[in-house]
């Protein structure tokens, strides 16, 4: 399981196996579908002897993420993980820990929320937190997600920003794909031991304080510093991003593939007729429908936050067809995905942005509903009325 080379495995055990190599001091979550084979493979390392963390079980999602904070706060590398009403419970924690700067990393198993009662995928919780501060990546398939959980590290713990890996629930975290899983001394070469910087933790010896009360004097410009360090951390995710390729894990050929980088990735025509923009893994169902066409290109969001714009217009500057297409829907606006690229689109490009809602509460987004939308917006590229893709 840990010789670096490609298997077989369920998205959850690749992700569960990549954490225990990266070695964190501190893990804890509370389970919830379909997050749950995450965890429960964690605690069965720590069980079996194979891992040394401590695995601290908690009552609720809450106090999970409120241990792996004061953890983080007292200097250890932490992890923890969640989804849908879980990520909701958490929310004022969410906040704090971007607040408080602290470098942790969790994974989203994404799943749609209630009412009513779905446990299926889509990506409406994480949307719920999308500006709380902390940088948001999403992955397409299992070797994505194993490659940005080990950058996670590396950007949370350099630049002093959580990090939240998505993956799609079930779609990822219950399939089995190849994957290459890097041992714990490869990633050692990337991916240090976690050191934190004095006067930046809680030490008895070197009393601070964390999350402090502010009055209007400080607040205010104490949230922009997070903001702008949040900005700023875009070139970071592109340097850390070719450093680990070059060090870890060298990137598959694909000449279909004209832009790659931990932004975004572009695949397709330099000229398309049509660009199709998606996160997740609904990319991969884009990727096959496309195949029957010739000028049609994808751009695929990695990351969601901070928001990559300049990475973004290049590419869309190329077409005036745009397509966005998302599992999550912004009751009483639209997906707000399509409403970010609108905002930054405006007066910057001649193309005509159309938004197409997919997959709410699992349900299946296939390659005929990919290829209707692609029909769609091949012979209407206006802005139009949002469109539920329900078949």
Do not use: C
């Not at 510093?225 to 060090?247: C, F, G, P, Q, R």
């Not at 598959?252 to 975004?264: A, E, R």
């Not at 572009?266 to 049509?274: D, H, I, M, Q, S």
């Amino acid at each position: 399981m840990n010789n670096n080379k490609e298997q077989i495995l369920e998205g959850s055990r690749a992700i569960a196996l990549t954490i225990k190599n990266i070695g964190p001091a501190v893990v804890s979550a509370y389970p919830i579908t379909p997050q749950t084979h995450i965890v429960e493979d964690l605690a069965k390392f720590k069980a079996d002897g194979t891992a040394s963390y401590e695995y601290l079980k908690a009552e609720s999602e809450f106090a999970a993420a409120s241990i792996v904070l004061g953890a983080s706060a007292a200097g250890a590398r932490v992890y923890s993980a969640t989804s849908s009403q879980g990520l909701l419970l958490m929310a004022e924690v969410i906040f704090n820990i971007a607040g408080m700067r602290l470098p942790i990393v969790m994974t989203d198993a994404n799943r749609a929320l209630s009412a009513p009662i779905s446990i299926w995928n889509d990506q409406q919780d994480v949307m719920t937190i999308r500006d709380s501060g902390w940088i948001l990546l999403f992955s397409e398939n299992h070797q994505e997600a194993v490659d940005q959980h080990i950058i996670a590290y590396k950007l949370a713990e350099s630049l002093k920003l959580p990090v939240m890996v998505n993956v799609d629930g079930f779609i990822l975290t219950h399939s089995y794909e190849p994957v290459s899983i890097p041992t714990t001394e490869k990633i050692k070469k990337y991916l240090p031991d976690y050191i934190p910087t004095p006067g930046e933790y809680l030490d008895p010896k070197n009393p601070m304080t964390l999350g402090a009360f502010a009055t209007p004097a400080d607040y205010m410009e104490i949230r922009e510093d997070l903001h702008d360090d949040l900005t700023a951390s875009l070139k970071n995710i592109l340097v850390e991003t070719e450093k680990y390729h070059k060090i870890v894990r060298a990137r598959s050929n694909n000449k279909n593939v004209i832009i790659d980088n931990g932004l975004v990735e572009y695949t397709g025509p330099k000229n398309p007729a049509a660009i199709l923009v998606a996160m997740g893994s609904s990319v991969g169902t884009l990727k096959t429908a496309v195949k029957d066409y010739k000028n049609i290109g994808i751009l695929k969001i990695r990351t969601y936050r901070p928001f990559p714009v300049n990475a973004i217009l290049e590419i869309l500057k190329q077409t005036k067809k745009i397509a966005v297409i998302e599992k999550a829907i912004g009751l009483g606006m639209g997906g707000p995905l399509a409403t970010d690229l609108k905002a930054v689109a405006y007066g910057q490009i001649n193309g005509q942005i159309k938004n197409y809602v997919i997959g709410l509460g699992g349900r299946d987004f296939t390659v005929k509903m990919a290829k209707n939308i692609i029909d769609d917006i091949m012979r209407d590229g206006s802005v139009g009325k949002l469109k539920f893709v329900n078949k």
